[in-house]
């Protein structure tokens, strides 16, 4: 059973394109995220959310809009893409609880703006 | 703000050399501190944490000790394998709040 699983695992497409990456947990984790790694391998916060509710955006462009259908759901929605949004973004969860959890992580998704 | 810095990479070693990864950070208060590994094409893994001074998180013979003084979190190795290669990322997580924050990684090569 894959604990944090998202898809599409590999995403290309062109510029000005509108594009979703999905994630779903059955950890029964509280608390989702969404990571961006650039092509030197910086990992980088985007978002969290906590049950549903947006708790951490880092100053992320709001062309990049999270959706939480539930707290086991964090998907991803990317409008005008540009192509310095080419990297790989990893989905996570962590569990109830602020000190000392651990994170776990999605596979990651590729994305390739053309 | 809060940051970890840990050593450039690559580092490339041979099978059953001894690994040291520097990994140094600013915060303010005692956050809780973690190094990662990602294998290749794939996500990240916990390998070790700790979460308070001289604490030592130890995990597949790798280590490393909270050292509030030089507010440091080096990772070590004895004797690494070719299955070790991969990229290791220090990160810190602040008191009050989820957000890991994370160094900029440092990819170890293993050869046989």
């Known amino acids: 059973d894959t604990a944090v699983s998202q898809t599409p695992k590999y995403l290309v497409t062109q510029m000005g394109n509108d594009k979703s990456i999905k994630c779903e947990q059955n950890?029964?984790?509280?608390?989702m995220y969404w990571y961006k790694q650039d092509s030197k391998k910086f990992l980088k916060i985007m978002f969290s959310?906590?049950?549903?509710?947006?708790?951490i955006n880092e100053t992320v462009p709001n062309r990049f809009s999270p959706k939480s259908p539930d707290k086991a759901h964090l998907n991803l929605h990317i409008n005008s893409l540009e192509l310095g949004d080419s990297a790989v973004y990893f989905c996570?969860?962590?569990?109830?609880?602020?000190?000392?959890?651990?994170?776990?992580f999605g596979q990651g998704t590729r994305l390739t703006v053309v | 703000g809060n940051s970890v810095t840990q050593m450039e990479g690559p580092v490339t070693l041979s099978e059953e050399a001894f690994l040291t990864i520097n990994c140094t950070y600013t915060a303010t208060g005692y956050p809780s501190l973690f190094w990662y590994v990602q294998y290749p094409g794939e996500g990240l893994q916990l390998l070790l944490k700790?979460?308070?001074?001289?604490d030592k998180g130890s995990n597949k013979g790798f280590e490393a000790t909270y050292r509030k003084e030089t507010t440091s979190f080096h990772l070590e190795k004895g004797s690494v394998q070719v299955s070790d290669s991969a990229v290791y990322f220090c990160a810190l997580q602040q008191g009050g709040s989820e957000k890991l924050v994370f160094g900029k990684g440092t990819k170890l090569t293993v050869n046989p």
């Open positions: 950890l029964g984790h509280d608390t």
């Open positions: 959310y906590n049950n549903k509710e947006l708790i």
């Open positions: 700790a979460t308070k001074a001289d």
């Open positions: 996570a969860s962590s569990p109830p609880g602020v000190a000392n959890t651990e994170a776990f």
